[in-house]
């Protein structure tokens, strides 16, 4: 139903499974909204839903067109009507950058919260706590090089120093010659 797995049929008017923080659970839907046309055909603005599963007659502030996404990060948001019968106001749809987070396209509108790392845009993760966050910063960035942990790490640090900085070369031998002068770059 709705396009998410709902925990009934959900088949009564003015009832959703889509509704923003209570998906998969069929619930009323509030004073304005009518997902279905359960009320009202199309955009008419004629009636929409009471907050308690009944009909009753639309106000400017009744959703006439659901929010719907755009791409990955993008909410084309909904519309609303101007008035009884007047109309719905389509035109004045705004889009919505979900960044941090995806839109959710079996209802139309950004994620609010994550459980894991697809429910972020590109360039983000689920934290631990719901949330799409940037990656941490490395901590040693460019070309530092950092020695394992634990005792005696002098040794590898002045090797990895020496190599670094071209120090360290390693006789080659040339073909034909019985001594090592040249040295590898």
């Not at 106001?89 to 987070?101: K, Q, S």
């Not at 020496?162 to 002068?181: K, M, Q, W, Y």
Request: some cysteine; hydrophobic content about 30%.
């Amino acid at each position: 139903m709705d396009g998410v797995c709902c925990e009934s049929a959900c088949e009564l008017p003015c009832y959703s499974c889509s509704l923003p923080g209570r998906y998969g659970q069929c619930f009323v839907e509030p004073a304005g909204v009518d997902l279905h046309g359960d009320c009202s055909l199309g955009n008419t603005c004629v009636a929409t839903c009471d907050g308690a599963g009944n009909c009753i007659d639309a106000t400017e502030a009744a959703m006439c067109v659901r929010p719907e996404c755009v791409d990955e990060v993008t909410s084309l948001g909904p519309a609303f009507c101007q008035g009884p019968l007047l109309g719905c106001a389509v035109e004045e749809r705004v889009n919505l950058d979900c960044t941090p987070y995806i839109c959710a396209f079996t209802v139309g509108t950004c994620r609010e919260s994550c459980t894991k790392n697809e429910h972020c845009a590109n360039g983000f993760g689920c934290n631990v706590d719901g949330r799409c966050v940037p990656p941490p910063l490395p901590q040693y960035g460019g070309c530092n090089v950092t020695a394992p942990e634990g005792e005696g790490n002098t040794p590898w640090l002045v090797l990895a120093a020496a190599g670094a900085l071209g120090l360290c070369r390693r006789p080659r031998r040339r073909p034909g010659s019985r001594h090592s002068t040249e040295y590898m770059q």
